[in-house]
């Protein structure tokens, strides 16, 4: 017979146990679980981040975004989709979970001699010399990322997301730590280099700590090629969705200086932090959470509506704020060294608007449609990227930026458009959901915008004041229109305290 426990890796949660109020509280439970650690980790990488740009210059951090634009897409190459699989499948058995442990080893081995003995050629190509001696020690992630993705696809399957949560927190701390006081200590870029490379390493071996699973049973080439037509179609799908979203690095550090390109990275990374740590805590748990309720329409439909409107009423708000606020937030926090980023911050972070709607309908896509349709919508959404990119590179960093808001638009209808089709979901009666949202959320921005320039003179004072004067407002004009957002919000925090 074939075992199914989580010590030899078969799966310990059969979708049977996951019927009516139970599934929804542990999709509750792991979204709180995930978003306070990512809020916790949130803070924290923005703590370090922002005393990092202190320490280091727009030159330093144009290098590291060469290099961890290139790991981004070697990540997604490591996985291939398989753990995806994993978490997607009925009852796996140990024979696919060793499989896929063993191919992720293989492949990240290959990819981290690959691109260490490329790297002489890539600093020549973007006159960054250093590029040749900071690669074969920060593409060492690669290979400490394979060994926990399994690990983690077993834990997610488990819905133990208050131990991903935990052991996520402590790597970031401890990094984080680390880096900084490698950046005190005059060490300059090698501190972000020793921080993503500590963070994967400690995460793995914290997940190798506390799993119970071992890559027990035997390796099946069989077991992989079952597994391919899903899985490959939906790494083909991420490997493109990644790159696409490297382009601006990639062309702008040949086009343009390292410290223009370090800026450009910056103003992306602080506008991804809280958006994108907010949607993958959420995507982690949706993803399997769906996956069981696919044959029920209806509970389907509901839950997809549910789930863009708590994305959208947290994170919209949240970026629209930063956009308000951002000359204030770089001039208080970062200094004069780091203002050539708040254009370009301002407006990428528009682009925060339609992402977490992009993603939680292209969640959908990946339960209900075929990896045929996936590959399909974005070659599409690649095509017009594609002319995004080219009208907009070589014209300036600022046509950009507006380019990146288009793109994130544009991705957000064409997943929406095709996810309706597989769901009984009309689009009218997303659009009502969202309405009463972005009506306060404009009312909020106007708030904190203009009637922040009331406040007396000062970064910080204005920063602070523009952040209450546009929590208030949106806390109460939530409560005076009785936003279901906010209604839903208050009923999951009942439930939880309540248990």
């Known amino acids: 017979m074939t075992d199914h426990n989580p010590i030899s890796g078969g799966d310990p949660t059969p979708r049977s146990a996951f019927r009516g109020g139970e599934l929804k509280q542990r999709v509750a439970r792991g979204v ?19 005393t990092l740009l202190r320490l280091l210059t727009r030159e330093d951090l144009g290098i590291m975004a060469i290099l961890t634009a290139a790991s981004a897409i070697a990540l997604v190459i490591v996985d291939s989709g398989f753990s995806q699989m994993l978490i997607r499948q009925q009852t796996p058995r140990r024979e696919d979970f060793k499989s896929v442990f063993v191919f992720n080893i293989a492949v990240s ?11 002489p050629l890539a600093a020549d190509y973007y006159a960054m010399p250093r590029l040749d001696e900071l690669a074969p020690v920060f593409f060492l992630l690669l290979p400490l990322n394979a060994l926990s993705t399994v690990q983690n696809a077993v834990l997610v399957r488990e819905f133990r997301f208050a131990l991903l949560s935990q052991v996520t927190f402590v790597a970031a701390l401890v990094s984080g730590g680390v880096a900084i006081g490698m950046a005190l200590g005059g060490c300059g870029v090698w501190s972000i280099v020793a921080q993503r490379v500590l963070q994967m390493g400690v995460r793995s071996a914290a997940l190798w700590g506390f799993s119970r699973w071992r890559p027990n049973g035997r390796f099946e080439a069989v077991a992989l090629r079952r597994m391919a037509p899903y899985s490959l179609s939906l790494m083909a799908t991420d490997l493109i969705s990644t790159f696409y979203n490297k382009i601006p690095q990639f062309f702008l550090g040949r086009l343009y200086t390292a410290e223009t390109l370090g800026a450009f990275d910056q103003a992306v990374k602080l506008k991804d932090q809280p958006v994108t740590s907010t949607m993958q805590a959420v995507q982690g748990v949706i993803f399997p959470a769906l996956s069981k309720i696919g044959d029920d329409a209806a509970r389907f439909a509901e839950s997809y509506r549910q789930l863009v409107m708590m994305v959208c009423y947290l994170l919209v708000p949240l970026m629209a704020g930063l956009s308000a606020v951002g000359h ?57 990227m594609t002319l995004i990119f080219a009208l907009t590179i070589p014209r300036s960093v600022e046509a950009v930026v507006w380019g990146l808001v288009a793109i994130a638009f544009m991705e957000m209808a064409v997943n929406v458009g095709v996810s309706l089709r597989f769901t009984t979901l009309g689009v009218g009666r997303l659009v009502r959901t969202l309405l009463p949202i972005l009506a306060v959320t404009g009312a909020m921005y106007a708030a904190v915008r203009w009637g ?15 952040i209450a004067i546009g929590m208030a407002t949106y806390l109460l004009l939530s409560l005076l229109f009785r936003l279901e957002a906010l209604g839903e919000i208050f009923a999951l925090v009942r439930r939880q305290m309540g248990r």
Request: hydrophobic share 55%.
């Open 452 to 466: 922040g320039e009331l406040l007396p003179e000062g970064a910080f004072v204005r920063l602070f004041g523009r």
């Open 109 to 119: 081995v290959v990819l981290y001699l690959l691109l260490a003995g490329l790297s």
């Open 328 to 384: 204030d937030l770089f001039a208080a926090l970062l200094g004069e060294e780091w203002m050539p980023t708040v254009p370009y911050f301002e407006v990428v972070c528009l682009a925060g608007f339609f992402y977490p709607v992009a993603q939680v309908a292209f969640n959908v896509l990946k339960v209900k449609s075929g990896g045929g349709v996936i590959i399909r919508i974005e070659v599409i959404k690649k095509v017009l």
């Open 32 to 50: 709180a679980w995930s978003m306070a650690e990512k809020i916790g980790s949130t803070l924290l990488q923005i703590g370090v981040s922002l």
